[in-house]
């Protein structure tokens, strides 16, 4: 349970950078922000594909398949709705709304998974759920306060970004629970192996997402493109490997080691670290420190992930035919 945690904690620290990359560059779409990290990510998966091949002969053309799914839906689609939601209504929103995960993906996985894991008693678990959600309350309160500061609040851009942020908890909240479905049932298989092979059924997509946005861009869809590389081509090439090297194969790698330690419910509780790392972010690039309620609100989300991983799951009795 402790290494566990511990890998949990690692892959909430890389995973924070995604929430940077499109502050940093503000210039680019988010569909090429996403396409770049993920080419990215599938030619880092390439060589390391090719020193593990022994292992991903052993995946099935069913392996494979979900791989794809996993990827499309916990890659693709997650980091498009949430670079939109960040280059729309700024970076501390969409952070405190990928905050409420583990909130959603612990309820859901109790639900869902009881009979596998064990379930969660609600009277133990409702406390430590209480107070991630004061702690995300309290962030948020201090956010909302900073952005109706700025003269050019757009209310109508800002509610796109919203929804946005919701679309990525949505997506995010199906991929940790089918992702340890698969690592469940192949309880044998190497994490590493299964990160490269998500790394690498990526590469087509970003490759035909890529090809799709030139395309679209040299036909008069979006002169301000710039492709191949857009305004800043070297920034951009950093970020994405950056991005792609650490946040997706070494963030992904981590999760999956977490997620055949920790029982589903409370690996999802462990998703905070993903949050107090990008707002960590998120504070040293706009140069300020902490406030008092900001403060507060980092000390209740911490609190309930301690809290929650003292909670021993309950077997549930298989129901009579």
């Known amino acids: 349970m402790a290494l566990g945690v511990a890998f949990a904690l690692l892959a909430g620290l890389v ?23 993920y080419l990215a990510f ?10 593990d091949r022994a292992r991903l002969r052993e995946f099935a053309p069913a392996d494979w398949l979900e791989a794809l799914k996993l990827s499309a839906v916990g890659n693709f689609l997650y980091y498009l709705c949430l670079a939109a939601a960040i280059q729309r209504a700024g970076g501390p929103l969409p952070t405190m709304v990928i905050g409420t995960l583990p909130v959603v993906i612990a309820i859901s996985s109790n639900l869902r998974d009881a009979r596998r894991d064990g379930r969660l008693p609600w009277m133990k678990l409702l406390p430590s759920l209480g107070l991630i959600a004061a702690g995300i309350a309290c962030v948020n309160q201090v956010e909302l306060q900073h952005l109706r500061a700025e003269r050019d609040f757009d209310l109508a851009r800002y509610g796109s970004g919203l929804l946005l942020a919701v679309g990525a908890v949505v997506c995010w909240t199906w991929y940790p629970m089918r992702n340890a479905d698969w690592l469940r049932a192949h309880a044998d298989r190497n994490p590493r192996s299964w990160a490269t092979a998500q790394g690498l059924v990526t590469l087509p997509l970003a490759v035909l997402g890529y090809g799709a946005l030139w395309l679209w861009s040299a036909f008069g869809g979006d002169p301000g493109l710039s492709m191949p590389l857009g305004p800043t081509p070297q920034r951009y090439v950093l970020l994405m490997l950056a991005v792609g090297l650490l946040a997706s194969w070494v963030g992904t790698l981590c999760w999956n080691e977490a997620s055949q330690r920790v029982p589903t419910a409370l690996v999802g509780q462990l998703i905070v670290f993903e949050t107090l790392s990008a707002l960590g972010y998120a504070l040293l690039l706009r140069g300020v420190w902490p406030d008092a309620l900001t403060l507060a609100g980092i000390a209740l989300l911490v609190a309930g992930v301690l809290r929650a991983v003292r909670i021993k799951p309950v077997p549930v009795s298989p129901s009579p035919p």
């Open 15 to 37: 995973w924070g950078l995604v929430f940077v990359a499109p502050l940093l560059l503000p210039q680019y779409s988010a569909a090429l922000l996403t396409c770049g990290r």
């Open 42 to 51: 599938g030619l880092v998966a390439l060589p390391l594909g090719w020193f």
